[in-house]
């Protein structure tokens, strides 16, 4: 130690408060060498009193850190700069990286540093990095990662070409459903075993994206022959029998793939183009993929264009509300309309809701678009009570919409802007939505409900219906799926299904309409059976306002008539 530095009574007792403190503390001679350590490091970090002095402070730091430290050192000790702090990692007596918070100053002819141990802190915080970014289920990073992860990619000195593909498990709700979650959850985690054992050497990166999704990222060219031979594989690797447990699942996946640059220049753009190529591979019949390429087919094309002129569509108001009337079963009146969005492109012409809805989810548009849907139903609706047609109307709602607080209040608004009754609007929730965020979607159908607007829980019927969902929401009316319509004059088992359904949604005071009306046989077996309302071809399909108004007109004017 140099005795230089407490040569007098008032040295001493600085030097008392300095062995005393609980913050590490060293001194420094103007070209870096330790010329005083305090007690307290031996007790933190494990040297022995003394055993620093005489040595270069950077032997202590890591070697990443080095360079830094140095460099604000001089700018210290030139009187460039007052004082330095920061966050280094700092060697134990152990060999140990330990990280350290400093602050450094000029004390008379030397530097004094103040230090304190946060490694316990810094653990603390990677924990909990570390959980927000990964599936708790199969430790995979999750979504939030793999954005993150594409962010460097695309933001790199230099831009080299990778393969984002997206990977959809087919009938996972069902699965869950009727054996239970944990035999999904057990075969979730199989298939992330397949995965890691056949791409872990080729994939840059594997994610967990939603309940039934994962992404993968390739650093390969984006030819074409490559795209497809890895899509081939991984197909290959999933398709197949898995036996979980005492059941063996007949497990089948859907892949699609784009590539960067080409298909987008940021992660939602790239994630927008996978889930396109996604959704047309989930409608062929053969090869389980589709690679996402502009002009490699005209489905792809259309699939390209359509995706980018979504905002451009909804700044020139290309959407149109459509509207398929809703007929009493006893008199066959028109007594509501189902509100559907059709978007009337100037090239591709009417466009169907399933092409562009999964778009508009993804990219956020939907809320927006959801607003404008809310605001015209009310306005055609004010009008057409105006005019004496005492109707309702229903519109199908989101999920995305239906997870947003604001939901309520605006349909709220809207009804009182237009000076309706709030039961003249039903809002349809489909029954094959899976309710991941449960007390949000439940508070928010509580909260319409509180409104006065009618519920309806659309698609009842399709594959392996969940009674839970009529008790959670308890609707106002049941919407049978046009797949137990379809056979119903023929199959006496529709038949004797439909029945049951209809005496039961009557005991829960629901009322209930039959979609997919096409014949006069299904209309007949369909109002024998008890059903409420009927809607389907055979009384129309959506048209747009003027001729459901016509529709309107030489019917004569009806009221919907509630059973409550």
């Known amino acids: 130690m140099d005795k230089r530095l407490f040569d007098n009574e008032e040295a001493s007792w600085i030097k008392g408060i300095k062995d005393y403190s609980i913050e590490c503390i060293i001194m420094l001679d103007k070209a870096g060498y330790i010329r005083y350590q305090n007690t307290t490091i031996s007790k933190v970090f494990g040297y022995k009193e003394q055993s620093m002095l005489g040595k270069s402070i950077l032997t202590y730091m890591h070697e990443k850190d080095r360079e830094d430290i140095a460099k604000y050192f001089t700018k210290l000790t030139n009187q460039e700069v007052s004082q330095l702090q920061g966050e280094v990692r700092f060697r134990d007596a152990s060999d140990v990286w330990r990280h350290i918070t400093l ?104 994610a967990r994206l939603e309940e039934d999704a994962f992404g993968l990222i390739f650093k390969h060219d984006c030819d074409l022959t490559t795209a497809k031979e890895i899509a081939t594989h991984i197909t290959a690797t999933l398709n197949g029998e898995m036996m979980i447990k005492s059941y063996t699942l007949q497990v089948a996946v859907s892949v699609g793939a784009c590539c960067f640059p080409e298909a987008g220049e940021t992660f939602k753009q790239l994630s927008l183009a996978a889930s396109q190529a996604l959704q047309l591979a989930k409608h062929k019949k053969e090869a389980a993929f589709e690679i996402y390429a502009p002009h490699s087919s005209v489905a792809a094309y259309r699939a390209f264009t359509l995706r980018q002129e979504l905002v451009t569509a909804i700044e020139q108001s290309q959407f149109e509300l459509y509207y398929q009337p809703i007929v009493c079963a006893k008199t066959e009146h028109i007594v509501a309309g189902e509100a559907l969005i059709r978007w009337i492109h100037p090239v591709w012409g009417t466009v169907s809701p399933q092409e562009f809805i999964p778009a508009l989810e993804e990219s956020g548009l939907i809320v927006s678009l959801g607003e404008w849907i809310i605001a015209g139903v009310c306005e055609q609706l004010s009008q057409w009570h105006q005019a004496g047609y005492g109707i309702k109307a229903s519109l199908n709602m989101s999920p995305v919409q239906l997870f947003s607080e604001d939901l309520a209040m605006i349909v709220a608004q809207k009804i009182a802007q237009y000076q309706l009754p709030a039961d003249a609007l039903t809002i349809e929730i489909t029954e094959t939505v899976a309710i991941t965020q449960k007390k949000v979607f439940l508070n928010t159908v509580e909260a319409l409900r509180a409104i006065g607007v009618n519920i309806s829980l659309d698609d009842f019927g399709t594959g392996y219906s969940s009674f839970s969902k009529i008790l959670d929401i308890k609707p106002h009316v049941l919407k049978l799926d046009r797949s137990m319509i379809s056979h119903i004059e023929t199959d006496a088992t529709s038949r004797e299904v439909t029945a049951a359904l209809i005496q039961l949604a009557h005991r829960l005071n629901m009322l209930v309409v039959a979609e997919g009306i096409e014949t006069l046989e299904q209309l007949r077996e369909t109002a024998r059976l008890g059903c409420d309302y009927l809607q389907g071809y055979y009384f129309s399909k959506p048209v747009p306002v003027k001729e459901f108004s016509y529709l309107l007109l030489h019917q004569g004017h009806v009221t919907y008539q509630s059973k409550r």
């Open 103 to 206: 602050q450094a100053c000029n004390y008379d002819s030397h530097v004094l540093i103040n230090f304190i141990d946060i490694t316990k802190l810094k653990r603390k915080h990677y924990l909990e990095l570390d959980e927000s970014t990964r599936d708790p289920l199969t430790h995979l990073p999750n979504q939030r990662s793999l954005e993150r992860y594409v962010e460097r990619l695309v933001n790199r000195t230099k831009r080299r070409p990778f393969l984002f593909y997206k990977i959809d498990v087919h009938d996972l709700k069902t699965i869950n459903d009727t054996l239970g979650r944990e035999i999904g959850d057990q075969l979730l985690i199989r298939i992330v075993e397949r995965l890691l054992t056949v791409f872990v050497k080729e994939a840059a990166f594997i």
